[in-house]
């Protein structure tokens, strides 16, 4: 099983910073790595697949790069409504896995 | 618009049994994969179970097989996911989630909205 590490695991910032999301994976996933979004009481929301293609109606504030164990999701400049929890996942192979989860927090 | 709703769950003894079902709407559904995922404070988000679009080739993760059994009626445009030998650890909120394309083994592009499963004495 490929275990994805998530860090930090809070990251405070203002309105208007910049966010650098980071996500390691215990084994390559090559690019096979997506990233959502979770607010609280709600379901998780698809922002990134294939490590940097956004999601269907996803601003572009929001951006994926790497490949191999090394993802990042960046944030360019953080709105009120970017506050939340941002999970990467990865497909590379069975059984599929979620990393335990960044939280953004307004600081 | 891609709709999915989860209904089923409750309160469960361990040991017994229950049904989920997701009827979704908005979107060609035997065109796509179609996945359940359960939530849990502890765990974080755990992929539970996958279906083709077509529904012959399912997928379990370890600690569910043999006990829970995913199907799909595509006539009806509703998933299910049939759990039995419930265990306290099986407590969790379940989405349904479809997938990126009719294989499974993708993303989750929509979530239902998620439905309470607990099992306690």
């Known amino acids: 099983e490929i275990v994805l590490t998530q860090s930090p695991a809070t990251l405070s910032l203002s309105p208007g910073e910049r966010a650098t999301l980071s996500c390691r994976a215990s084994q390559s996933v090559s690019n096979y790595l997506a990233w959502y979004q979770q607010k609280p009481g709600q379901a998780p929301r698809l922002l990134i697949y294939d490590a940097s293609n956004r999601a269907t109606g996803i601003p572009a504030r929001f951006s994926g790069s790497g490949s191999g164990t090394d993802l990042t999701l960046t944030i360019s400049s953080l709105e009120s409504e970017d506050f939340a929890v941002y999970y990467c996942q990865q497909r590379y192979n069975w059984p599929l896995t979620f990393g335990g989860g960044t939280k953004v927090e307004i600081k | 618009e891609v709709q999915l709703l989860e209904s089923g769950g409750g309160l469960v003894q361990p040991g017994g049994s229950l049904r989920l079902s997701c009827v979704a709407s908005?979107?060609?559904?035997?065109?796509?994969?179609m996945n359940w995922v359960r939530q849990t404070p502890g765990k974080g988000l755990e992929w539970v179970s996958a279906i083709s679009g077509g529904g012959g080739t399912t997928y379990y993760a370890d600690y569910v097989n043999g006990r829970f059994t995913i199907s799909r009626d595509n006539s009806q445009n509703m998933l299910y996911l049939q759990m039995n030998s419930l265990r306290a650890e099986d407590t969790a909120v379940y989405y349904c989630?479809?997938?990126?394309?009719?294989?499974?083994?993708?993303?989750?592009?929509?979530w239902g909205q998620g439905i309470l499963v607990t099992v306690s004495s």
């Open positions: 908005g979107f060609t559904f035997s065109s796509y994969a």
């Open positions: 989630a479809t997938g990126h394309r009719a294989t499974p083994g993708t993303y989750f592009d929509y």
